[in-house]
């Protein structure tokens, strides 16, 4: 896989393979096929500079840490910060 980069201000509809289509807003980025990489398509718009290659492999390019022990976790309970309930 490798991840592409929207390096416009507007959306880009990517043609891909298979009659599929990667959809991209301004700025945001997603993930390519090693195989789309080379269509005439994607080489065009890395070539007019509107797509800019992040990198290869499943978290190239991607702002998510790839070390899942420094995640925050967004499941669960928080911790409880004051003392015990019903004790006063």
């Known amino acids: 896989m490798i991840t592409i980069l929207n390096q416009t201000s507007r959306f880009l509809r990517i043609s891909l393979s298979r009659g599929k ?10 993930q390519i096929s090693t195989r789309d990489a080379d269509l005439d398509t994607v080489k065009q718009l890395i070539a007019d500079g509107a797509v800019k290659v992040m990198g290869e492999g499943p978290q190239a390019g991607s702002s998510l840490s790839s070390n899942p022990a420094s995640r925050a976790n967004l499941q669960g309970h928080l911790p409880r910060v004051s003392g015990r309930r019903g004790d006063r």
């Not at 289509?21 to 997603?30: C, F, N």
């Open 21 to 30: 289509v990667l959809r991209l807003g301004p700025r945001k980025e997603g």
